[in-house]
């Protein structure tokens, strides 16, 4: 029998009770998801890269990312849903420097790390529980948090991953906190208090990737996770994700992902 996510909001939380895992189909999510993996055994699919599925597994899941899971034994998974401003921002920024620089967010933890992840994770579903009627219950799930990212991060770096230069972590953690708003780059360089032409360069050193390019990405996936998930009109969701035009959006959709928008939903819809 599957157990689904139990979802409360509290401010600017959300938080996930432990659920049973049969297949999770392709989806997006509109915040973080942080989850370990207590049981069970398949294949954990995420931006189209194929991960193992399996006991101590622990993985943080962002906006930008789509995952599917394809189990050949049910397994148990315990998580957390999350707005990004819960946790610090050193934090995520490092996180989606990372993952821009192509660093998987996904590691296999051994005792006695797994345990105390588990026990950070455990104590979270705690507040749920008691409906955050304890003092500081907010700060309280904040700090368990950032220590179940520590812990993340500790066991990228001991796999070999590097850490994200600090300019870089500020400029990807402000473009994803903006990128639906009329965002340039002399904008940005202005925002962070640097040279136009530095940023444009130290931006394609470390991405491989122009300003622009990056930000058209950022916009495409936030409207694929909207055309998957919501009811709004393409037209809407070519705006709320920060297109000057519709002409420009679809164009860029059509370069990226072979269809248009409304094919791109249809065809999502058809697989449900």
Not at 64 to 69: F, G, P, Q, R, T
Not at 75 to 89: C, R
Not at 215 to 239: F, G
Request: net charge negative; glycine share 6%.
């Amino acid at each position: 029998m599957q157990k689904t996510y139990l979802l409360r909001n509290y401010t600017d939380c959300c938080v996930a009770a432990e659920r049973k895992w049969i297949d999770c189909p392709l989806h997006w999510h509109d915040c973080c998801e942080v989850e370990l993996v207590l049981s069970g055994k398949g294949r954990h699919i995420v931006n189209d890269v194929t991960h193992p599925f399996g006991e101590g597994y622990l993985y943080l899941l962002t906006p930008a990312d789509c995952h599917v899971v394809h189990t050949d034994e049910p397994g148990e998974v315990i998580g957390v849903m999350f707005e990004d401003k819960l946790v610090s921002d050193e934090l995520y920024g490092q996180f989606l420097t990372l993952e821009q620089l192509g660093q998987n967010l996904i590691v296999h933890l051994e005792e006695p790390v797994f345990g105390k992840v588990r026990g950070y994770l455990e104590a979270i579903l705690q507040e749920v529980d008691n409906r955050f009627t304890g003092t500081f219950s907010e700060t309280y799930v904040s700090r368990l948090l950032d220590c179940v990212l520590i812990e993340l991060l500790r066991a990228l770096d001991s796999d070999g991953g590097v850490a994200a230069g600090e300019t870089m972590r500020r400029v990807i953690l402000w473009l994803h906190r903006h990128y639906t708003e009329n965002v340039t780059l002399p904008g940005l360089a202005a925002e962070l208090h640097l040279n136009p032409n530095y940023l444009s360069r130290l931006f394609h050193e470390a991405t491989g990737q122009t300003f622009k390019q990056y930000l058209t990405a950022l916009r495409l996936r936030h409207a694929c996770r909207l055309l998957a998930n919501t009811e709004q009109s393409v037209t809407e969701i070519c705006y709320a994700c920060g297109f000057d035009s519709y002409s420009n959006f679809s164009r860029s959709f059509r370069r990226t992902y072979h269809v248009s928008p409304t094919q791109f939903r249809q065809k999502k819809e058809k697989s449900c």
